[in-house]
């Protein structure tokens, strides 16, 4: 493979299926979506039947309640090898560049490889490759159950890259090569296409716009950080503890005496601007279930003087009030069986409205202030379960995308829960593969 070490990015050698295979329903989407949903998941294997698909080598979560999952990854196993030996794919090497038409929208991205020894997902982290959102430990082991010793991977990761100029993937919109792949994608997940970037100096030019983008003086320029600040190049966006557990992986093979051009050293992942049009970063808003202490005084006592509540005369008020701020203090919407109000938290410790609150819920929870919290999305969500009795709904703004590498260089990882990169139906596709062994 080849590698660009000063920027960790290694030019993949791709695994697709050969020609005639039906790439609809080879192709699936990413595992950690419909996790509620099992009746999507039964409309997918309707579809897909025992034709070759992503489906019978991943392992969608909404199954990982099952109560025999080794039986699951054993068939994963079998059928991948299966896969393999009877010549199912055939192997490219190159830079992927691919279209992602999503109604009216096209969203572009960059099959590429990542160096984990460049990745670094514990908090405070300053590696090159970092995570946007905290990493929840307990998610990787289950992971990796299912990823080690696996033959193949098949990624549903996006990494963000901070190119407002478009220098990257800007000029990979010239390919007029015959394309790779070009599917429609099930239930209404629209429509991909990619080519290989079998140009040298396309190729050549990709390298030269992401080493510029990791130049010191140009990242603290963006960012408006001190010129010494370590550069983040690679934000995660979607797949976060896949990667994680990825890294894991690595990291026990090499203590295990892996060397160090091991194919476990490196991720196929897709590259996305940050600025692509098509990316909406959507709020995850907060509600609390049969809340137990007063959560106004709570706010209170954790502020001090720097917590005012000021009531609002609807939601439409409140909506206003929360996504019209800038700076401080932090505004949160208030919505309960008595009205809405707006919580004004001034001098914050954090860089965004949702880092403040989410330290105080945080708290809140750990003291048994209500019996549970949920994540969740859509300004109904809060009115309709906050406004029962016993609940509190706490609306957020969006956060803006162009905030995220700064906030993330700032702050280290963001609250879980942050921000959503569209609806489900968006996600990344499992398509592209690349053996690991």
Not at 224 to 248: E, F, I, R, W
Request: charged share 25%.
């Amino acid at each position: 493979m080849r590698t660009h070490a000063s920027i960790g990015l290694g030019v993949p050698e791709i695994l697709l299926p050969k020609a005639g295979t039906d790439l609809h329903k080879w192709a699936v989407i990413a595992c950690d979506q419909y996790t509620s949903e099992p009746e999507y998941w039964d409309k997918v294997a309707a579809i897909v039947g025992d034709a070759p698909s992503t489906l019978h080598v991943t392992y969608p979560e909404v199954f990982l309640s099952e109560p025999n999952p080794e039986a699951r990854i054993a068939r994963i196993r079998s059928t991948t090898k299966r896969y393999l030996d009877e010549g199912l794919f055939q192997e490219t090497t190159g830079f992927v560049y691919l279209e992602r038409k999503l109604g009216e929208h096209v969203r572009r991205g960059l099959m590429a490889c990542l160096d984990l020894e460049q990745y670094d997902f514990s908090k405070g982290s300053t590696s090159p490759i970092r995570a946007t959102e905290g990493t929840i430990l307990e998610r990787i082991p289950p992971r990796v159950k299912i990823r080690e010793g696996a033959a193949i991977e098949l990624p549903h990761i996006m990494v963000l890259i901070d190119d407002p100029n478009d220098t990257v993937l800007g000029p990979l919109r010239k390919l007029a090569n015959a394309p790779l792949y070009d599917v429609e994608l099930m239930l209404g997940s629209g429509h991909v296409t990619g080519r290989l970037v079998d140009d040298a100096a396309l190729e050549a030019g990709v390298v030269r716009a992401i080493e510029a983008l990791a130049g010191p003086e140009e990242f603290a320029r963006k960012c408006g950080v001190p010129a010494d600040t370590p550069v983040l190049l690679y934000a995660m966006g979607d797949g976060n503890h896949s990667l994680a557990t990825a890294k894991t992986i690595w990291e026990t093979a090499k203590k295990n005496g892996a060397p160090l051009d091991s194919r476990l050293r490196w991720a196929l992942v897709e590259i996305v601007n940050l600025h692509d049009p098509s990316l909406v970063f959507e709020p995850i808003h907060r509600v609390l279930f049969d809340v137990k202490r007063d959560l106004v005084a709570a706010a209170r006592e954790a502020f001090g003087g720097r917590c005012n509540v000021v009531p609002v005369a609807s939601f439409d008020d409140l909506r206003a009030a929360v996504d019209e701020q800038s700076g401080t203090p932090h505004k949160v919407g208030l919505v309960t069986a008595a009205g809405c109000s707006v919580l004004e938290l001034a001098e914050p410790s954090t860089n965004l409205p949702v880092g403040t609150l989410q330290v105080f819920l945080d708290a809140y929870m750990k003291a048994d202030g209500a019996r549970e919290i949920d994540y969740v999305h859509g300004a109904d969500a809060v009115t309709t379960l906050g406004q029962k009795p016993g609940n509190a709904g706490l609306y957020l703004p969006a956060m803006k995308k162009e905030d995220l590498f700064r906030t993330v260089v700032l702050d280290g990882a963001l609250p879980r829960k942050t921000f959503s990169m569209g609806e489900a139906y968006e996600k990344r596709f499992y398509l592209e593969a690349r053996r690991l062994a």
